[in-house]
């Protein structure tokens, strides 16, 4: 009776062993992301963990984390500073057009937030390629872009998720509200990118080629729907004794 409550492969000490992972990948989150300019790095190491995850292929998560932490920090770095220029430029044009009580500002302030709303679900698709593929920071973000647009379903999912999350907070007061604080600081980051890659997955399995063939992605026609045939990104191989962490499948690219 014992030994089949604590089997590892036992559901429930499953769901314990993923739980555990999931706050010391939402811990280190927090703890690398501290100097501020190094969330890009971060956000690279989380979305590789938690691809991972998905693959069943996890490994051990400090591992996999500090090493893609470590190779993408001067690109994700760079990344996230454009990034948060353009989040803060946004904030500023928000916080300006608050102050004016004239009625003719409010479809400037629901640009700002479509502008807004894009800008993360931007952020989401352009951290994911970052953490499985090698390219360019421009032509990462360019395809960070087109994918928000490509796969406007699940773009849209990622983020009434997080909307969803923020209402809950912000609407919830009392115990409830610490409760619900408690749970962001330990799972919040690492649970939400999480629940993005069940999203993202089958386009970044996608993007790879075969393993058996280490060709660049066919350069076909990229249309702008959900079926898109996101292949015309033209994800380039590394030399496969050069593999990023996340090319496991032999793809790298833009």
């Known amino acids: 009776m014992m030994d089949r409550i604590f089997n590892l492969d036992n559901p429930v000490m499953r769901f314990l062993g993923r739980a555990f992972d999931m ?3 939402n ?3 927090i703890v690398c992301s501290l100097p501020i300019f190094t969330i890009g790095a ?3 190491a989380l979305h590789y963990s938690c691809l991972k995850m998905k ?3 996890e490994g051990y998560v400090f591992r996999n984390f500090f090493r893609s932490f470590k190779m993408n920090f001067k690109q994700g770095t760079g990344m996230w500073l454009i990034m948060l220029a353009l989040g803060l430029l946004l904030f500023m044009e ?3 057009a608050a102050q004016i009580t004239d009625a003719s500002v409010k479809p400037i302030r629901i640009m700002i937030y479509v502008a807004g ?3 993360y679900m931007a952020l989401c698709w ?3 390629l970052q953490s499985r593929f090698v390219n360019k920071v421009g032509q990462t973000i360019k395809n960070a872009v087109l994918l928000t647009f490509a796969k406007a379903p699940r773009s849209i999912g990622m983020l009434g998720i997080l909307a969803l999350e923020l209402i809950f907070v912000a609407r919830s007061s009392g115990l409830v509200q610490s409760y619900a604080i408690l749970y962001l600081l330990m799972f919040g980051f690492s649970v939400q990118v999480l629940i993005n890659t069940q999203l993202q997955y089958p386009v970044i399995k996608e993007l790879m080629p075969d393993d058996e063939d280490d060709k660049p992605a066919a350069d076909n026609q990229f249309t702008v729907d959900e079926e898109a045939d996101v292949s015309a990104l033209g994800y380039t191989p590394l030399p496969k004794d050069e593999k ?3 090319a496991d499948h032999s793809g790298t690219g833009e």
């Open 42 to 44: 971060s956000l690279s």
């Open 117 to 119: 709303s894009l800008w």
């Open 55 to 57: 693959d069943e292929n």
């Open 23 to 25: 706050m010391m990948l």
């Open 244 to 246: 990023k962490p996340g």
């Open 94 to 96: 928000n916080r300006m």
């Open 126 to 128: 352009m951290f994911a």
């Open 27 to 29: 811990i280190l989150f």
